[in-house]
C-alpha cells in the first residue's frame, strides 16, 4: 500500500511537471515559427506528427534528470510538511524500507529514457531535420574544414574546406603510401561532385607518381573528371549525425569513423556514453532529490525546490565541463561522460546517510 502510494505520486508528479513545461515550450515554439509554417505551407497534420510528435519526446528526454529531481523535491516536501513521512517512520518503517518506491520509479523512468534515446529519438531526429529544412527552411548549410579521412589502409584524404549545400571542396589532397615513399599524390585546389554524373571534377590539379624504380611523373591541367573510392558524403558528416543513430548502428560508425581517423569521434563517443549515464543520472537524481525533500523545514517547499535546482544546474554544468575537457584536452569521453555522475553518486550516498540520522 504504501509503495503504490508514493510510486503513484511520484510517476504522476514526473509526468504534471513534463505536460506544464512542454506545454509552455510547444505554445513559444508555434508562436516563433508560425509564419514560416504558413509562408511555406505546411500541412497541420506534419506540424502536429512530423515536428511535434518528435520534438515533444526529444525535448522531454533531454532534460529527464531534471523532471526527475523536481518531481521529488515537489512531492516529497508535501509529504514531508504534511507530517506524513515522521507518520511512517513512527509506524516502523525504516529510511532505507522507506527509499524503495523511489528507486522502483527512478528505474521505470531510466528505462523508459534509455529505450527513447537509443531507439525512438534517433528515427524522431531525422524525421525532425527533414520537416525543418523542408518547412523552416533551415538547411544545414556549413562548412566544415580541415578534413582527414583515412580511406584504406594505404590510401588517405584531405580536404581543407568542404560546403555541404554546394558540394564543393577546396584545397584537396589525395595520396597513396607505398612501404618506403609516397607512390600517387593528386592535389586540386578546387573539387566539385557532381550527383547526376555520381564523379567528381578537379579543377588547377597536379598528380605526381613515382613508380617502384624511383621514376618521377608529374602531369597537371585546369579541370579533369574522374571517380574515387570514396563517397562525398564522407564530407558532411556532423556532431549531429551520431543523434540519428540507433545504439547499435552507432557503435558500428564509431568504430568505422576510428578506423577512418575521423577528428568527430570524441563527441561520436560522447554521444554514446550519454545514452547510458542520463538513465542511470535519473536514479542518482530521485535519491538525491529524496535526501533533499525528506527532512520538514519551518520555511516550507521553498527551500527544497531552491536547494533542488541549485544541485540540478550544478549537475547540468558539470555535465557541460567535463564534455569540454573530453573535446579539448586529454580526458576519455567515457570518464568525462561518467565523471559527474561519480561525483553525484558520492554526495547522493553522504547526503541519504545525513537524512537518516
Known amino acids: 500500500m504504501l509503495d503504490s502510494y508514493i510510486l503513484k505520486k511520484f510517476l504522476s508528479s514526473f509526468l504534471l511537471s513534463i505536460v506544464l513545461l512542454m506545454t509552455i515550450v510547444v505554445v513559444f515554439d508555434l508562436s516563433d515559427n508560425l509564419s514560416r509554417f504558413l509562408s511555406n505551407n505546411a500541412p497541420l497534420k506534419a506540424i502536429i506528427v512530423e515536428r511535434y510528435f518528435n520534438f515533444i519526446p526529444i525535448f522531454a528526454n533531454l532534460f529527464t534528470n531534471l523532471f526527475t529531481f523536481i518531481s521529488v523535491i515537489w512531492f516529497t516536501s508535501k509529504l514531508s510538511n504534511q507530517n506524513e513521512i515522521i507518520s511512517i517512520f513512527n509506524g516502523g518503517v525504516s529510511f532505507n524500507r522507506f527509499m524503495y518506491p523511489y528507486l522502483t520509479g ?20 531525422k524525421q525532425l531535420n527533414t520537416f525543418n529544412e523542408k518547412y523552416l527552411n533551415r538547411k544545414k548549410d556549413f562548412s566544415r574544414f580541415d578534413i582527414h579521412i583515412k580511406v584504406d589502409e594505404n590510401t588517405y584524404v584531405y580536404m581543407e574546406r568542404w560546403k555541404k549545400t554546394s558540394l564543393k571542396g577546396e584545397n584537396f589532397t589525395y595520396e597513396k603510401l607505398g612501404r618506403l615513399f609516397t607512390t600517387y599524390k593528386l592535389k586540386a585546389s578546387e573539387i566539385q561532385y557532381n550527383k547526376e554524373q555520381d564523379n567528381w571534377t578537379l579543377y588547377n590539379y597536379v598528380i605526381r607518381t613515382i613508380s617502384p624504380n624511383g621514376t618521377e ?46 577528428s568527430l569521434v570524441k563527441y561520436y563517443e560522447i554521444e554514446k556514453h550519454k545514452r547510458m549515464t542520463t538513465p542511470f543520472g535519473t536514479v542518482i537524481m530521485a535519491l538525491l532529490g529524496l535526501s533533499v525533500a525528506s527532512r520538514k523545514t519551518q520555511r516550507g517547499v521553498g527551500v527544497h525546490i531552491f536547494v533542488g535546482l541549485a544541485l540540478s544546474f550544478l549537475f547540468i554544468f558539470f555535465q557541460q565541463v567535463s564534455d569540454t575537457f573530453a573535446v579539448s584536452g586529454n580526458l576519455s569521453p567515457l570518464i568525462a561522460s561518467w565523471l559527474p555522475n561519480s561525483i553525484y553518486l558520492v554526495i547522493c550516498i553522504i547526503m541519504i546517510r545525513f537524512a537518516q540520522k
Request: glycine share 4%; no cysteine.
Open 217 to 262: 611523373r608529374i602531369r597537371s591541367g585546369d579541370r579533369m573528371d574522374t571517380v574515387f573510392n570514396f563517397k562525398h558524403t564522407e564530407f558532411s558528416k556532423t556532431i549531429a549525425t551520431a543523434e540519428t543513430m540507433s545504439f547499435r548502428a552507432l557503435r558500428k560508425f564509431i568504430k568505422e569513423e576510428k578506423e577512418k581517423g575521423s
Open 106 to 125: 527512478a528505474l521505470i523512468i531510466a528505462i523508459a529514457s534509455f529505450s527513447l534515446s537509443n531507439f525512438y529519438i534517433p528515427q524522431a531526429n
